[in-house]
């Protein structure tokens, strides 16, 4: 599960608004002509006729106004925002070390001889299976019973004086664990990054530039400052 959703992004994108004719731009306008978005390199007045600017250049002329080719339109670029969101989703679970998406996982790990296992995946929904030494382990019938009981979000604790045992890889637990529907706050953080990664295409490791005496200054990291303050709020705090 992505997340977020093509429809989402391309509202959050804001398509710009189709060129029209004999009409007054300046300098960073944007239009949709077609099927292409331009930005205004040169003020002045598009053509009275026509359906705008059209081709791929960085210097088109309309009447006395001037663009440069930025890409498609949204509309046309499907391939691109799915790809993203593909790769900014699996760039959140890097820099988080964990997953999103509710999915079963399968941990193997070292016995410590202590009744208590983080599991490296959270939240937590539910437990599959527990399996310490070969031995299965069943769920503890009531409290103070010999069994295991998951503690939210990702607490795995043993009743009735159980332990894991230690050991090499002797522990295993299958178990359920992520977001069935990811947080509001993720969503935007991710909708932010493919926007700043869509619009930095057309000008990749590209730090500034000069236009008509006007410098501009591009941001070259890899996450807006709002979705890497959310991000870290969901950042693993404890090795696997």
Same mark, same amino acid.
């Not at 989402?8 to 060129?19: E, G, I, M, N, V």
């Not at 799915?82 to 790769?87: S, Y």
């Not at 999103?100 to 490296?120: D, I, K, M, R």
């Not at 977001?179 to 909708?191: K, M």
């Given at each position: ?39 205004? %390199? $040169?003020?002045? #007045? ?5 359906? /705008? !600017? &059209?081709?791929? =250049?960085? +210097? %088109? $002329?309309?009447? #006395? ?5 930025? /890409? !498609? &339109?949204?509309? =046309?670029? +499907?391939? $691109? ?15 988080? +070390?964990? $997953? ?141």
């Amino acid at each position: 599960m992505a997340l977020a959703t093509i429809a989402a992004l391309r509202t959050y994108l804001a398509q710009p608004s189709a060129w029209a004719q004999s009409t007054a731009y300046v300098v960073g306008d944007q239009v949709r002509a077609v099927a292409a978005l331009y930005v205004c %390199i $040169t003020a002045g #007045t598009s053509s009275g006729t026509g359906t /705008g !600017p &059209s081709g791929t =250049t960085a +210097d %088109i $002329t309309d009447n #006395t106004a001037h663009w440069k080719y930025l /890409g !498609p &339109s949204l509309s =046309t670029d +499907d391939a $691109t925002l799915t790809r993203l969101l593909t790769a900014v989703g699996a760039f959140f679970a890097a820099y988080c +070390d964990r $997953t999103f998406s509710s999915g079963s996982q399968t941990y193997v790990t070292n016995g410590t001889g202590n009744a208590t296992l983080l599991l490296p995946d959270y939240p937590v929904s539910a437990i599959t299976s527990v399996t310490i030494d070969g031995t299965a382990i069943a769920a503890r019938p009531s409290v103070g019973a010999a069994g295991y009981v998951l503690v939210a979000p990702n607490t795995l604790m043993l009743d009735g004086d159980m332990k894991f045992t230690r050991g090499i890889a002797n522990v295993t637990v299958v178990y359920t664990a992520g977001y069935s529907t990811i947080p509001y706050d993720l969503e935007q953080a991710c909708l932010e990054t493919c926007a700043s990664w869509y619009k930095r295409r057309m000008r990749t490791d590209e730090e500034s530039k000069s236009i008509q005496g006007e410098v501009i200054t591009f941001s070259t990291s890899p996450l807006p400052k709002a979705a890497k303050a959310v991000l870290d709020l969901y950042k693993r705090v404890w090795p696997r």
